[in-house]
């Protein structure tokens, strides 16, 4: 059973306009929320990450939202750059339950074209 | 430079014969865990270590060991390797265990077992 869910394998956008990757989680026991994102060759970057006391959480051009009672997250790219090409992971960490387990999703690639 | 570093990076081997991928990071982290990334299954947790001589499983950890002897190295080894261990294998490294706590990922380890 995928506790983490990443429903789009792959999204394309224009440069400058927003880019928007989505996750869904079941375990209402996960506490923490992170993005990592991938290039090719290399191993996973942390992006951005959110604990589930808040809604939104923001850096940059990137923000993330948490829907706790959807059990949903979104992560926010604005403005697209080609730079950001790459394959983004979320992932989910239920650390006050005793556990310290990362459940990551299965990925969306995200295209940005110029 | 901050880092974490894996051994190999690339390994054919075949049915049976033990093998050890090592990860080392000197960052002086406590939480060190092993991944998977498999298509189509995303990133998914082998074991991990929150700190020396701590260890636990992670989601995937059949065929699969680890030991955390030293604070900085942390290896997964195959005691009798299967095809379907064929994958690219990931290291990470955080200051601590939970989600607050970002990972550092190292490069990968492509793994084939023929």
């Known amino acids: 059973d995928q506790q983490v869910k990443q429903n789009s394998p792959s999204l394309s956008v224009q440069e400058g306009r927003i880019s928007i990757l989505n996750c869904d989680y079941t375990?209402?026991?996960?506490?923490?929320f992170l993005w990592y994102k991938k290039y090719p060759a290399e191993g996973p970057t942390f992006l951005i990450s959110?604990?589930?006391?808040?809604d939104k959480n923001e850096d940059g051009r990137f923000t993330v939202f948490l829907n706790k009672s959807a059990k949903h997250l979104s992560l926010h790219i604005v403005p697209s750059q080609p730079g950001d090409s790459a394959v983004y992971f979320c992932?989910?960490?239920?650390?006050?339950?005793?556990?310290?387990?990362?459940?990551f999703g299965t990925g969306t690639r995200l295209k940005v074209l110029a | 430079e901050a880092q974490v570093t894996q051994n190999p990076r690339y390994l054919i081997t075949v049915t049976g014969k033990k093998l050890t991928v090592t990860c080392s990071q000197n960052?002086?982290?406590?939480?060190m865990s092993w991944y998977r990334q498999d298509p189509g299954l995303g990133l998914r947790q082998i074991y991990y270590?929150?700190?020396?001589?701590?260890?636990d499983k992670g989601d995937v950890p059949e065929g699969y060991k680890v030991s955390r002897k030293e604070k900085r190295n942390f290896p997964l080894i195959l005691e009798s390797p299967s095809p379907n261990q064929t994958s690219l294998y990931f290291c990470?490294?955080?200051?601590?265990?939970?989600?607050?706590?970002?990972?550092?990922f190292g490069p990968g380890t492509r793994l084939t077992v023929t």
């Open positions: 960052m002086n982290h406590e939480y």
């Open positions: 990470a490294s955080s200051s601590g265990s939970g989600g607050f706590f970002e990972q550092y």
């Open positions: 959110i604990s589930s006391i808040k």
């Open positions: 992932a989910a960490s239920a650390g006050t339950s005793g556990t310290y387990k990362y459940i």
């Open positions: 270590s929150m700190n020396v001589e701590v260890t």
């Open positions: 375990n209402s026991m996960f506490d923490y």
